[in-house]
């Protein structure tokens, strides 16, 4: 047997051996041609089969893996501005988009007013974590404190934390744009128990409109909202983002664009006429 067809043998081995076709794998010489042309154009089209459908399978789980997250939206790290948002520093984001961070069990934090893009990049981590097949979840902290209560009511809620622990990647996106309907001291309580299950064992995403020292009084314990912060910050990254509001700055470029229509001053209102 040439060098040749013993490399693509093994190649489609482990191909096989990915796929889980064990009794193909066991087999496969008995059906391979004896001439050592015919066999290594035998190989290459079954190498590429093989090849094709490894593809299709990875694909077909990345979706899944979006699907399961639950996105409201995804958008992605190409389509953030960093040129209009430079209160956030461009290297230490790439270096997070590597996801080395989420093999560490670490977290991140995400602090900013609305409009600045921290939920942007949030999200767009989290796709790529779904990209490279990684069990991610995304809630917004007013949903999942939902849940929590409901959970309460029928003494479920040891089933729906663990809702919020398996994924190796957790997103609590909005802390501190709703208002608690609940008693406060119970909100920090719940949220306390889902980073304390995961803490050191997966990585949670959390941003919020609110600086960390105004936690304990949105959260209502002091020093619950403490332990929490600790847990989350203990080997974690936290990024305040402190700039113009992008969903603004659309806003006055669309309006913008609007008064040179009616002014006639628009060149492309000029090209169409």
């Given at each position: 047997?040439?060098?040749?067809?013993?490399?693509?043998?093994?190649?489609?081995?482990?191909?096989?051996?990915?796929?889980?076709?064990?009794?193909?794998?066991?087999?496969?010489?008995?059906?391979?041609?004896?001439?050592?042309?015919?066999?290594?154009?035998?190989?290459?089209?079954?190498?590429?089969?093989?090849?094709?459908?490894?593809?299709?399978?990875?694909?077909?789980?990345?979706?899944?893996?979006?699907?399961?997250?639950?996105?409201?939206?995804?958008?992605?790290?190409?389509?953030?501005?960093?040129?209009?948002?430079?209160?956030?520093?461009?290297?230490?984001?790439?270096?997070?988009?590597?996801?080395?961070?989420?093999?560490?069990?670490?977290?991140?934090?995400?602090?900013?007013?609305?409009?600045?893009?921290?939920?942007?990049?949030?999200?767009?981590?989290?796709?790529i974590g779904c990209k490279q097949q990684r069990s991610?979840?995304?809630?917004?902290?007013?949903?999942?404190m939902t849940i929590l209560f409901a959970s309460l009511?029928?003494?479920?809620?040891?089933?729906?934390?663990?809702?919020?622990?398996?994924?190796?990647?957790?997103?609590?996106?909005?802390?501190?744009?709703?208002?608690?309907?609940?008693?406060?001291?119970?909100?920090?309580?719940?949220?306390?128990?889902?980073?304390?299950?995961?803490?050191?064992?997966?990585?949670?995403?959390?941003?919020?409109?609110?600086?960390?020292?105004?936690?304990?009084?949105?959260?209502?314990?002091?020093?619950?909202?403490?332990?929490?912060?600790?847990?989350?910050?203990?080997?974690?990254?936290?990024?305040?983002?402190?700039?113009?509001?992008?969903?603004?700055?659309?806003?006055?470029?669309?309006?913008?664009?609007?008064?040179?229509?009616?002014?006639?001053?628009?060149?492309?209102?000029?090209?169409?006429?």
């Amino acid at each position: 047997m040439s060098q040749e067809s013993r490399d693509q043998q093994s190649r489609v081995r482990a191909l096989m051996k990915a796929l889980k076709l064990n009794q193909a794998e066991r087999t496969i010489t008995e059906h391979l041609p004896q001439d050592p042309a015919e066999r290594v154009r035998a190989l290459g089209v079954i190498e590429r089969i093989l090849t094709a459908e490894q593809a299709h399978r990875v694909e077909r789980r990345i979706e899944r893996r979006i699907q399961q997250a639950r996105f409201p939206d995804m958008p992605t790290l190409e389509t953030f501005d960093f040129d209009f948002q430079t209160g956030i520093d461009r290297e230490l984001v790439m270096d997070l988009a590597t996801l080395a961070w989420v093999d560490r069990q670490e977290d991140l934090v995400l602090i900013g007013q609305s409009g600045t893009g921290k939920s942007h990049i949030a999200k767009a981590l989290c796709l790529i974590g779904c990209k490279q097949q990684r069990s991610v979840l995304y809630t917004t902290c007013a949903d999942m404190m939902t849940i929590l209560f409901a959970s309460l009511a029928d003494n479920t809620l040891a089933e729906a934390i663990k809702r919020y622990v398996r994924p190796q990647m957790l997103l609590i996106d909005d802390l501190g744009y709703d208002p608690i309907e609940q008693e406060q001291a119970r909100e920090s309580q719940l949220l306390y128990k889902v980073l304390e299950a995961r803490h050191q064992k997966a990585s949670t995403i959390v941003t919020s409109n609110l600086d960390a020292e105004d936690w304990p009084a949105y959260l209502g314990n002091h020093y619950l909202t403490i332990a929490l912060l600790d847990r989350l910050l203990y080997r974690g990254t936290a990024i305040t983002i402190d700039g113009p509001s992008w969903r603004l700055h659309q806003h006055e470029q669309r309006m913008a664009a609007r008064a040179r229509r009616r002014s006639g001053e628009d060149p492309k209102r000029e090209e169409i006429g």
